[in-house]
């Protein structure tokens, strides 16, 4: 107990504002890439759905690797972002979401891609005729159709955003109370053979991912109850 | 309303070319699965554009490819029944049914009223669609669409999923509902008798062109042409060689036919439906074939005969002949047992063009 007790719950907080974050930005722009892209032709569509699902099949440093390359101040997206902005990611918070952000973001875009596809196009066209605009459209009816699949999507993103570990020990570092993570805190503390605190965070992380899937599981079984089992 | 179309658009199997013109306010589209019909309906409404073309409705020019005009659905003014009734499922029956009101919010409240009171809706505003069965559903898809007070109304096959009992309901029910409607009403089907009952103008469509058009009474009467005729349910279909002005072989009957009408030049085959045999016991008399029974059905009310033609065997023309005899009228046919002989009633015959 007095190991709870000396515990530095930083992690929790620095991972759950990371997740937060992260899914904020990965929920807009999931929605807005799923709708684009399904309107795209075929093969293009290919093609630009093979890149945004990229980060979820990649090992996570290799994504950290790109994203270095793109965001360290020696480089020329870094440097203009900094001299101009002011705007520091390497070793930082924002590196953290922008981390979590791009591994998760597939799983909020393919899930909401999935949505939508399912979407009876029927509908689509029924609020065309009947004078509704194609924002009215979407507002009103596809997402309220695919709002299953998009739930689902958004939940998996939190809980992948808050686990990630890879890239943002790349990206972002491990600086206590900024960037340090649960995982990271993992880690860390495996290397000094402190296997309890270690066991404490494995703990933790277990409940609060397994306490978003549930939920999730929650939500979706609401919708289905009148569905017949098979 | 007069809907004047003249389109064109490739499909992957065929092609539609239309062109049709008419000012009638009940237009029946028949034609068998996948021949274009739906097509024609969602071109109509502008979810599907024609290659090239022209769509009028009343004075309004909705597509002309010449002039670069196409008119987007939401501005076309046309309701559109679908199928399956697309009713939006996280939208209660209210919120369906205004989804397309113009106009501010009392007028809002004031048309879904109106319109729950006359689509018999009281009750189940507050509902889900996936909560309401498929008389409701109608209702409250007609609601919405009448709701927004379309010039046209489109109707896609709207009871294509349905058993017969319920069919049958719902289509007197849609014809009620329909009874005061004034515009341009236009009902896709591949049923004959659905068709028969709504429409005062029909066209009958074959791979995307039209087989027929014209008033529904006379098509119906008099199908003209052969695609017509087996499309709105004529099944003693047989080609002919023209003897003279009387006389005809019907190859696939394989029996001569004679008529008192002289037999138009351009006939290619000869119709007759299959109630209008006249059964004939002991000698042949003129116009008659063997009753050669292959096989026979019996159904609720009536009784179905499958009857061998007279052409040789193995001459490629096998199709039996069908005979259909209501119950009840048949009672000559129990006292007296199968005739010996069919006959074709020669004022019956139709006359088919290719």
Redesign the interface.
């Known amino acids: 107990m007095d190991v709870l007790k000396n515990l530095d719950w930083s992690p929790l907080y620095v991972s759950f504002k990371t997740g937060a974050a992260a899914t904020f930005v990965c929920f807009f722009l999931g929605i807005f890439a799923a709708e684009r892209v399904m309107r795209l032709p075929t093969g293009r569509r290919a093609f630009v759905d093979g890149i945004l699902t990229m980060p979820l099949i990649l090992p996570p440093t290799a994504a950290g690797f790109f994203l270095l390359l793109l965001f360290s101040r020696r480089r020329p997206l870094g440097s203009f972002l900094f001299q101009n902005f002011g705007i520091k990611v390497v070793q930082t918070w924002l590196g953290c979401i922008i981390a979590a952000g791009v591994i998760a973001f597939p799983l909020m875009y393919k899930n909401a891609r999935a949505a939508f596809e399912q979407v009876?196009v029927?509908?689509i066209?029924?609020?065309?005729?009947?004078?509704?605009?194609e924002f009215q459209i979407f507002r009103?009816?596809v997402f309220?159709?695919a709002?299953p699949g998009i739930t689902s999507g958004t939940i998996l993103t939190f809980a992948r955003a808050m686990g990630e570990y890879g890239a943002t020990s790349m990206l972002a570092g491990n600086i206590p109370g900024k960037t340090g993570t649960i995982s990271q805190k993992i880690a860390m503390v495996i290397q000094d053979g402190d296997y309890h605190t270690a066991g404490i965070w494995v703990i933790i992380v277990l409940l609060t991912a397994f306490a978003a899937v549930f939920c999730m599981n929650l939500s979706a079984g609401k919708r289905t109850k009148?569905m017949k089992r098979w | 309303m007069a809907v004047c179309i003249d389109i064109k658009k490739e499909l992957e199997e065929f092609s539609i070319e239309l062109k049709i013109k008419s000012s009638s306010n009940r237009i029946g589209i028949l034609g068998a699965s996948g021949c274009g019909k739906s097509m024609t309906l969602?071109m109509l409404?502008?979810?599907e554009p024609p290659e090239k073309g022209r769509i009028q409705i009343g004075s309004k020019v909705m597509f002309d490819s010449e002039n670069r005009i196409n008119v987007?659905?939401?501005?076309?003014n046309?309701?559109?029944l679908?199928?399956?009734y697309?009713l939006?499922?996280?939208?209660t029956v209210e919120e369906n049914i205004a989804?397309?009101v113009?106009g501010g919010k009392e007028e809002n409240k004031r048309r879904v009223r109106e319109m729950t009171e006359r689509f018999r809706l009281e009750g189940l505003e507050k509902r889900f669609p996936?909560e309401l069965s498929g008389g409701q559903q109608q209702r409250t898809a007609l609601a919405?669409?009448m709701a927004?007070e379309p010039e046209v109304i489109l109707l896609d096959e709207p009871y294509g999923a349905l058993d017969t009992f319920l069919r049958d309901r719902l289509e007197q029910e849609l014809l009620n509902m329909l009874k005061d409607y004034e515009g341009t009403a236009i009902l896709v089907s591949h049923s004959r008798d659905e068709i028969y009952r709504f429409s005062e103008e029909l066209l009958i469509m074959e791979e995307g062109k039209a087989a027929a058009f014209g008033k529904s009474r006379d098509i119906f009467e008099n199908p003209q042409k052969i695609a017509a005729a087996r499309l709105i349910g004529c099944k003693n279909i047989s080609r002919v060689e023209i003897l003279d002005k009387h006389h005809m072989k019907a190859v696939d009957f394989g029996i001569l036919l004679y008529t008192k009408r002289e037999i138009p030049e351009d006939t290619a085959a000869v119709g007759l439906w299959a109630h209008e045999f006249v059964p004939v016991w002991g000698a042949p008399q003129e116009n008659c074939i063997r009753m050669q029974i292959e096989s026979r059905a019996e159904l609720p009310f009536e009784w179905k005969f499958y009857i061998k033609p007279e052409t040789e065997e193995g001459s490629g023309q096998e199709e039996s002949l069908c005979w259909f005899v209501q119950k009840g009228k048949e009672k000559e046919l129990s006292e007296r047992g199968l005739p010996d002989y069919l006959k074709f009633p020669e004022e019956k015959l139709l006359f088919l063009k290719e």
């Open positions: 009876d029927n509908l066209y029924a609020g065309r005729t009947l004078g509704m605009s009103k009816v309220p159709a709002r009148n | 969602k409404a502008g979810i987007k659905p939401k501005n076309r046309v309701g559109y679908f199928q399956n697309a939006f499922p996280a939208m989804a397309g113009r996936g919405r669409i927004y």
